[in-house]
Nanobody
Framework: QVPLVESGGGLVQAGDSLRLSCAAS????????MGWFRQAPGKEREFVAA????????YYADSVKGRFTISREHAKITVYLQMNSLKPEDTAVYYC?????????????????WGQGTQVTVSS
């Protein structure tokens, strides 16, 4: 497992933007995919976005396409989730994840490494 530490959550209003960060540690990181999941109160955990650490290819849930952008910074071993045009239904605990399997599979797998989660609350 890879230690992951999220930051950047908070309380914002609908239409606002927020950027989440996830710092990873470990040297052998090139073979990983990283991503974000979220879980709203009373709902199941769901896939949000994923990125291939090597190629930078990105994948998104339909609910966030066009509003969220996932990116990574090699030097800092950090992945970001830029969230724009936030909606109340985006309110959830957001988890950073990492896995050795392909980024395009992340929507249908349970990643091996999880961060502690960061709360995002969007008020209407």
């Amino acid at each position: 497992q890879v230690p992951l530490v999220e930051s950047g959550g908070g309380l914002v209003q609908a239409g606002d933007s927020l950027r989440l960060s996830c710092a990873a540690s470990g040297l052998a990181f090139s073979g990983y995919a990283m991503g974000w999941f979220r879980q709203a109160p009373g709902k199941e955990r769901e896939f949000v976005a994923a990125i291939s650490w090597i190629s930078g290819s990105t994948y998104y849930a339909d609910s966030v396409k066009g509003r969220f952008t996932i990116s990574r910074e090699h030097a800092k071993i950090t992945v970001y989730l830029q969230m724009n045009s936030l909606k109340p239904e985006d309110t959830a605990v957001y988890y950073c994840v990492a896995d050795r399997r392909a980024a395009q599979s992340m929507a249908v797998i349970t990643p091996s490494s999880w961060g502690q989660g960061t709360q995002v609350t969007v008020s209407s």
